[in-house]
């Protein structure tokens, strides 16, 4: 498997069961090629979902990986926020299924990404848990992959509260950021309504633009004043009936602008969130 290009390891996890490495530190592998620590020198994307932040495989990536995404299966934003019938809905569909969710706290994602030695990255996407370390996470993506285009992050409060702003800072040095996408426990998402005992929970559409065009759009202006001019496109997660969908911002800067002047125009187009 030395010319392997694209690996998915994309597995739900069973309630009452853990994640486990997909490479234990007690298994030893040599390679046949000694002019690489890594099984797959040529791979260019890995998925793994719920990732372990004591696996062997993040120090053994090669240099030459373009895309990495570190996320949950189905996403845990799902349970968040829901489908068109509301949130504590979707919790209750994805605990009778039995989905766990081992999602790593932001300082073991650190430890994670502090292993990984691809500085030629262009694309990450990553779920976390927040917690102390969170800034220094995000600085620490910033520096260790200097060459990213697209970051996509969701981030799960749990008592923590980070400003947006915060959050921004630690992403100045990505000069070559093209796309952002977020997700965050805003207090600011708006309620689904039943419209009956037995039919589905649904957002009211109203909510929902007052939503995308007051904290979505004002979270999207912090981070288009506040990260490299590179930056062209803020994607911010909304719920919507009948689905989530990314809403898209672009980016507008006049020539010469001062930061005061830079602005965010939202796109017509709802790119749908699928769940996995």
């Known amino acids: 498997m030395?010319?392997?290009?694209?690996?998915?390891?994309?597995?739900?996890?069973?309630?009452?069961?853990?994640?486990?490495?997909?490479?234990?530190?007690?298994?030893p592998i040599t390679f046949n090629d000694r002019?690489?620590?890594?099984?797959?020198?040529?791979?260019?994307?890995?998925?793994?979902?719920?990732?372990?932040?004591?696996?062997?495989?993040y120090a053994h990536l090669p240099r030459g990986l373009r895309t990495l995404s570190l996320r949950s299966l189905p996403h845990y934003w799902q349970h968040r926020i829901g489908w068109s019938w509301g949130s504590r809905a979707m919790g209750q569909i994805m605990r009778r299924l039995g989905w766990?969710?081992?999602?790593?706290?932001?300082?073991?994602?650190?430890?994670?990404?502090?292993?990984c030695r691809t500085p030629g990255l262009s694309q990450l996407q990553l779920e976390y848990r927040i917690d102390d370390e969170e800034t220094a996470l995000l600085r620490t993506i910033a520096h260790a992959f200097p060459g990213?285009?697209?970051?996509?992050?969701?981030r799960y409060v749990d008592g923590?509260?980070?400003?947006?702003?915060?959050?921004?800072?630690a992403l100045v040095p990505l000069a070559k950021l093209h796309t952002l996408r977020v997700y965050w426990d805003s207090p600011?998402?708006?309620?689904?309504?039943?419209?009956g005992r037995h039919r589905p929970r649904v957002y009211h559409r109203t909510d929902v633009v007052l939503f995308l065009d007051g904290p979505l759009k004002n979270a999207a202006t912090v981070f288009a004043r506040k990260l490299s001019p590179s930056l062209e496109l803020v994607q911010?997660?909304?719920?919507?009936?009948?689905?989530?969908?990314w809403?898209?911002?672009?980016?507008?800067?006049?020539?010469?602008a001062r930061v005061s002047d830079v602005s965010v125009r939202r796109e017509d187009e709802e790119q749908p969130a699928h769940w996995d």
Request: charged share 20%; glycine share 2%; no cysteine.
């Open 2 to 27: 030395s010319n392997l290009r694209v690996l998915k390891l994309d597995i739900a996890v069973p309630n009452g069961h853990k994640n486990w490495p997909v490479w234990p530190s007690s298994i």
């Open 160 to 169: 923590h509260v980070v400003p947006l702003e915060e959050i921004a800072e």
């Open 100 to 115: 766990s969710y081992p999602i790593p706290t932001a300082s073991e994602a650190l430890s994670i990404l502090q292993r």
């Open 188 to 195: 600011e998402i708006p309620e689904a309504y039943s419209h």
């Open 236 to 245: 911010l997660l909304s719920p919507g009936s009948p689905r989530l969908f």
């Open 35 to 57: 002019s690489t620590d890594s099984p797959w020198p040529d791979l260019k994307y890995l998925s793994v979902s719920f990732p372990h932040p004591n696996d062997e495989l």
């Open 148 to 154: 990213l285009a697209h970051l996509e992050i969701a």
């Open 247 to 256: 809403a898209s911002y672009r980016v507008l800067r006049a020539n010469g």
